[in-house]
């Protein structure tokens, strides 16, 4: 199977912009969580979809939104860029489904954004 | 709230030895899972090892191994045989049960240099 694949690698915005980041899980997971990486904060956790419906929600402000799509594609919206939305932004997936207790998340090889 | 520690911001081994990478987590759940990623300069967390807590038995997978002692609330891993490949930093995550719907919790990391 195809891994995690995100899209695009690398993005250079100005500061008040908005960017889209994709996610494309593997085949048959249908769980996308999303994930912040920085130097001074580390891996923080931003939102968790599973068909269609954000399920969970880390402590980010409104301007991060997220959605899935019906073949479990995920994007996350971040708006009014600020410099410190600069990170490498991480989503990854999981199978979830019923029955099944492999719970371990699959990552992508990430977005880095950069805010100037 | 759940919190991952990891005390060894640096680790150092000598290719062919053996290294431990210490994690200590806290929580007030029974039902969850650990997890070690190692993410290398490329910057793609990579899935090392996974424990479920109801297992007493220690998760082991090829050269990683773990240490899971659940009173204690430490998980640590131990790489055997460590080559220059196994050079990344590492982390240590949690993730709950219930409606903790794919939010990994991460520790600061741990950098593992290989000396040959």
């Known amino acids: 199977k195809a891994g995690v694949t995100q899209t695009p690698r690398y993005l250079i915005k100005t500061r008040g912009q908005q960017v889209t980041l994709s996610c494309s899980p593997i085949?048959?997971?249908?769980?996308v969580s999303w994930y912040q990486q920085t130097p001074g904060q580390g891996l923080q956790f931003l939102f968790e979809?599973?068909?269609?419906?954000?399920?969970n929600k880390g402590n980010f402000p409104g301007r991060f939104s997220g959605r899935q799509f019906s073949n479990s594609r995920s994007e996350m919206n971040v708006s009014t860029l600020e410099l410190g939305d600069s990170a490498l932004y991480l989503c990854a997936s999981s199978s979830q489904e019923w029955g099944q207790t492999s719970y371990e998340q699959y990552f992508g090889p990430g977005t880095r954004l950069t805010v100037t | 709230a759940q919190t991952v520690t990891q005390s060894q911001p640096e680790m150092s081994v000598q290719e062919a030895e053996t290294v431990t990478l210490s994690c200590t987590y806290d929580t007030s759940e029974s039902d969850y899972y650990l997890f070690w990623y190692k993410q290398p300069p490329s910057r793609q967390m990579i899935l090392v090892i996974r424990?479920?807590?109801?297992?007493?038995q220690n998760a082991t997978e090829n050269r990683f191994s773990v240490n899971f002692q659940k009173a204690a609330k430490s998980f640590s891993l131990k790489i055997s045989d460590s080559q220059l490949g196994d050079a990344a930093m590492y982390f240590c995550?949690?993730?709950?049960?219930?409606?903790?719907?794919?939010?990994?919790?991460f520790g600061q990391g741990t950098i593992l240099t290989v000396h040959p």
């Open positions: 424990q479920e807590a109801y297992k007493q």
């Open positions: 085949s048959g997971h249908r769980s």
């Open positions: 979809y599973f068909s269609e419906t954000q399920r």
């Open positions: 995550a949690y993730l709950g049960g219930g409606t903790s719907y794919g939010k990994l919790t």
